[in-house]
């Protein structure tokens, strides 16, 4: 009787033991690193953020379920992390002051009819480089803080976060349009 009490005790602090050094294990980190697409030096404070997801629908769709949200500002040698979930979905955007956001799941069409034309996933690896292009006068600004606000709702959770407080111009910018289409739209007509 002393031998299986002990055992079942000894099982118990063994599975508890256990189920508490999985949950103190460290993730798995992501260094990466943004550079100027022309001059390939770093930039230093730019927005980073990653919001990772699991599930599918029946299309093969991302769910909108987050499993976790990272966000962060480059240092001053372009360098950021987060932490890696294995399997996991995810969609990742930077942005600049300045220069193009990018993201990996869409690029910036300038002047296209959609703000946001797909791309290949880019893979989240360690030591990867992402680099920015600057914004030029040729770039629409009513389109690049369109696909900036495109970009904020894929990878943030909150409009509190880094990454919106970063775009916060560019954000205003997008609200303001949007006012001056629908006063356009559903403005009163003089007679």
């Known amino acids: 009787m002393k031998a299986e009490s002990f055992r079942i005790t000894f099982l118990s602090i063994f599975i508890i033991l256990s189920l508490f050094l999985a949950a103190c294990t460290p993730k798995c980190i992501i260094n990466g690193r943004v550079v100027d697409a022309e001059t390939q030096y770093p930039i230093e404070g730019a927005a980073v953020a990653i919001r990772w997801y699991e599930g599918h629908d029946s299309n093969g769709a991302a769910a909108s379920r987050t499993f976790d949200v990272n966000q962060g500002m480059s240092n001053a040698e372009g360098?950021?992390?987060?932490p890696h979930h294995q399997d996991k979905n995810y969609v990742m955007g930077i942005y600049k002051e300045g220069y193009i956001c990018w993201s990996s799941?869409?690029?910036f069409s300038n002047g296209a009819k959609s703000v946001a034309?797909?791309?290949?996933?880019t893979q989240v690896e360690n030591d990867m480089v992402v680099q920015l292009e600057r914004l030029k006068g040729a770039h629409s600004e009513d389109q690049h803080a369109s696909f900036t606000v495109l970009v904020a709702e894929e990878v943030t959770a909150s409009k509190q976060s880094p990454f919106?407080?970063?775009i916060k111009p560019l954000f205003k910018h997008w609200r303001d349009n949007l006012r001056e289409?629908?006063?356009?739209t559903f403005g009163r007509k003089s007679t």
């Open 79 to 82: 360098k950021f992390k987060f």
């Open 105 to 107: 799941r869409s690029l």
């Open 117 to 121: 034309v797909p791309k290949n996933a």
């Open 164 to 166: 919106y407080k970063a």
């Open 181 to 184: 289409e629908f006063k356009k």
